[in-house]
């Protein structure tokens, strides 16, 4: 039963999420684990020169994971070839503990954007995904995605 929640909570998060240009979410992780050295990659296309878009992090977790905060670095190779390395951490909880996550039931979903208001010219883009933690693997993760918006 439990199992059956969880596929539909992630059919429902898959089915409403929206970011516009591209988006793809990975649901591969293991026992919910996602291993240090899994890079995750996500690859796409751009038909059309895009003058302002934001890039956004979907991370799905279990709720009360047992972290506040997730280190990641994320790799974006962009259509020239040239790459940006960017070092963030995805925060799951303010300063006072209250939870930036959407959660229904056990399964919580956070959205972060991690570059704003960034040109895209047409070509083809990867953008690659690490967790930097110090352990050999994160715990409670559900899916990883990534969101290419137009910006407002």
């Not at 997730?70 to 259509?79: C, D, G, L, N, S």
Request: net charge negative; glycine share 6%; with cysteine.
């Amino acid at each position: 039963m439990k199992k059956l929640f969880l596929l539909l909570s992630l059919l429902i998060l898959t089915s409403c999420t929206q970011f516009g240009i591209f988006s793809e979410t990975i649901k591969d992780f293991d026992n919910n684990r996602w291993e240090k050295n899994d890079t995750k990659s996500f690859s796409f296309q751009i038909n059309e020169d895009v003058d302002k878009a934001n890039l956004e992090i979907l991370f799905s977790h279990v709720h009360e994971p047992g972290y506040d905060k997730v280190p990641v670095e994320i790799t974006f190779k962009k259509a020239d070839g040239s790459e940006e390395i960017i070092k963030t951490d995805l925060l799951l909880t303010d300063g006072n503990g209250k939870s930036y996550s959407e959660c229904i039931g056990d399964v919580c979903d956070l959205e972060q954007t991690v570059k704003e208001n960034f040109t895209l010219a047409k070509g083809d883009y990867t953008i690659t995904i690490s967790n930097t933690t110090n352990l050999p693997y994160l715990p409670n993760v559900i899916a990883l995605g990534i969101g290419v918006e137009t910006a407002e």
